[in-house]
Nanobody
Framework: QVQVVESGGGLVQAGGSLRLSCTAS????????VGWFRQAPGKEREGVSC????????YYADSVKGRFTISRDNAKNTLYLQMNSLKPVDTAMYFC???????????????????WGQGTQVTVSS
């Protein structure tokens, strides 16, 4: 049974930093493309950042480029998202997701991912 568990969310002031972690079990982690998504109240879930299984290809939403860094440790079955210079607009529930990498295609859209965590709340105060 696949399990995906996020951690590291919390309340932070604008300009602050947080590091999210996501641990996956029940799958061969290094064979999966993984990513971070977020959903604010009343808005659709959006792809924040994704990374291919080898870590050599990444995607960042324009809104987080230069502030967020995605990384993975395949030996620990863990995905990270370092978030710096946080803004109130970054406030959302952040989700980790995974999909088996079977092609050279690389997507960071909700519908492309199969396994999801329950989310971790990030709140940025002004």
């Amino acid at each position: 049974q696949v399990q995906v568990v996020e951690s590291g969310g919390g309340l932070v002031q604008a300009g602050g930093s947080l590091r999210l972690s996501c641990t996956a079990s029940g799958l061969t982690f290094d064979g999966y493309t993984v990513g971070w998504f977020r959903q604010a109240p009343g808005k659709e879930r959006e792809g924040v950042s994704c990374i291919r299984r080898s870590g050599g290809v990444t995607y960042y939403a324009d809104s987080v480029k230069g502030r967020f860094t995605i990384s993975r440790d395949n030996a620990k079955n863990t995905l990270y998202l370092q978030m710096n210079s946080l803004k109130p607009v970054d406030t959302a529930m952040y989700f980790c997701a995974a999909v088996l990498t079977t092609t050279t295609n690389f997507y960071c859209t909700e519908r492309a991912y199969k396994y999801w965590g329950q989310g971790t709340q990030v709140t940025v105060s002004s």
